[in-house]
Each structure stands twice: as structure tokens, then as C-alpha cells.
């Protein structure tokens, strides 16, 4: 065999290769109809969870000292300077010792309550969307499941029309496009689970600082009386 037949059957076996190469989108598209609402959850999942990220690192970032500050003020008798401190601040820490300065004067109690529903309120904004992210991580490979039992079925009602004998392409092709929306849903599913469970983790830091400060300040309050 020459040198020119041995190029040309390299370059044929190069352009083979490359037709029965598949695209990544094109293989997405082979997925149908299931593939949308897959898509949809995938973009809403990393939506939330780039909007949960910024919001749990702003509530995180707490002034370092205001406590000692807010402190050293309610000692003094500087109610007002230690509310004005505190009201210059949006964190969860910040307004639940707003409201704790707030009610000084008023039975320890009430003061405790007061602080304890500000910490409720934070919390539940800390944990917003939490549960759709959840679902969404339940909900994307049971969606993808249900597209690969559905695309079977249009598989083998393929197969059963097909007269004479079934090409091994033919099942081939019915299966590994029915198992695209399985292996797409589990990777959202995935993806969304390891989000949510961050999320939560970061949370929970937050509620901890924030009932470290609570229990400072009526430790504060206890000492003051």
C-alpha cells in the first residue's frame, strides 16, 4: 500500500469518526420533551442557590465588635447611641440587638421574647427558598426517570412496528436516548443536593452567632440589674 492510500484511509477513518461523533447539545435534544422541565429546575436550582449564597454572606458579616460596643454603651447609660449603633447595620445580629437596646427598661421577660421573635423572623429569611431547592433535588431524578420509562416505550413500540428482523442500531439508539433524561435529571438532582445541604451548613452558623449574641446581651441585662 502506498503512502497516498494509507493518508486517504486515514483521513476516511477520521471523517467516520467524526460523523458518528455526537454533540453535547444535539444529545441534550435527543432527551425530548423531559428535557425542559429538567432545564428549568437546573437553571431555578442555581438561581437559588447564587441568590442564597450572596444573601447568607451579607447577614454573616457582622461589624467585629459591635457587641463589645453595643456593651460598653448600655453600661454607660447610652441607650439611644447603642439603638443608633446598631440600627446602622442590616444583619440579623445587628436587629436583634436593636430590639433587645430597644426594650431596656422593660421586664427581662419581655425583653428575652422580644429578641427571640426578631432571631425567628431572620432565621426564616436566612431559610427562604431552602425547601424549593430541596425539592428540586428530590423532584430532577424522578423527572428524568420518567422520561427514560416513557422514552423506552417509544423504543420498543419502534422495535415492534419494525418488520423482520430489529438492527442492533435501531435498540441501540432507543436505549441510550431514553437514558439521557435519567442521567440529566440525576445530575441536577445531584448538583441541587449538594447545594442545599452548603446552604444549610452556612445557616446554621448564622443562628449559632446569632444566639451567642442573644445570650451575651441578657447576660448583660442580668448583670446590670
Excluded: W
Aim: proline share 3%; net charge neutral.
Amino acid at each position: 500500500m502506498t503512502l497516498l492510500q494509507v493518508t486517504t484511509v486515514a483521513d476516511s477513518a477520521m471523517v467516520n469518526a467524526s460523523d458518528s461523533s455526537v454533540n453535547l447539545f444535539d444529545l441534550l435534544l435527543k432527551g425530548g420533551y423531559v428535557m425542559i422541565p429538567l432545564l428549568l429546575l437546573s437553571a431555578a436550582a442555581i438561581a437559588i442557590f447564587v441568590e442564597r449564597v450572596l444573601t447568607i454572606k451579607k447577614s454573616s458579616k457582622t461589624p467585629t465588635g459591635l457587641l463589645n460596643q453595643v456593651k460598653s454603651l448600655v453600661s454607660e447609660g447610652k441607650i439611644d447611641q447603642a439603638k443608633m449603633l446598631c440600627s446602622q447595620n442590616e444583619t440579623p445580629i445587628a436587629k436583634m440587638l436593636e430590639k433587645g437596646v430597644s426594650r431596656i427598661g422593660s421586664p427581662l421577660k419581655n425583653i428575652e421574647v422580644s429578641i427571640e421573635n426578631v432571631g425567628k423572623i431572620e432565621i426564616y429569611r436566612l431559610e427562604k427558598n431552602l425547601s424549593l431547592l430541596a425539592t428540586i433535588s428530590g423532584a430532577a431524578p424522578m423527572i428524568g426517570f420518567l422520561g427514560t420509562v416513557t422514552g423506552m416505550i417509544q423504543a420498543f413500540i419502534a422495535i415492534a412496528q419494525e418488520e423482520g428482523s430489529v438492527s442492533p442500531k435501531l435498540l441501540s439508539e432507543g436505549i441510550y436516548e431514553a437514558m439521557i433524561t435519567t442521567a440529566v435529571g440525576l445530575s441536577v438532582g445531584i448538583i441541587a443536593y449538594l447545594g442545599y445541604n452548603y446552604l444549610v451548613t452556612q445557616v446554621q452558623k448564622v443562628i449559632h452567632k446569632m444566639e451567642y449574641t442573644s445570650v451575651e446581651f441578657i447576660d448583660l441585662l442580668q448583670e446590670s440589674k
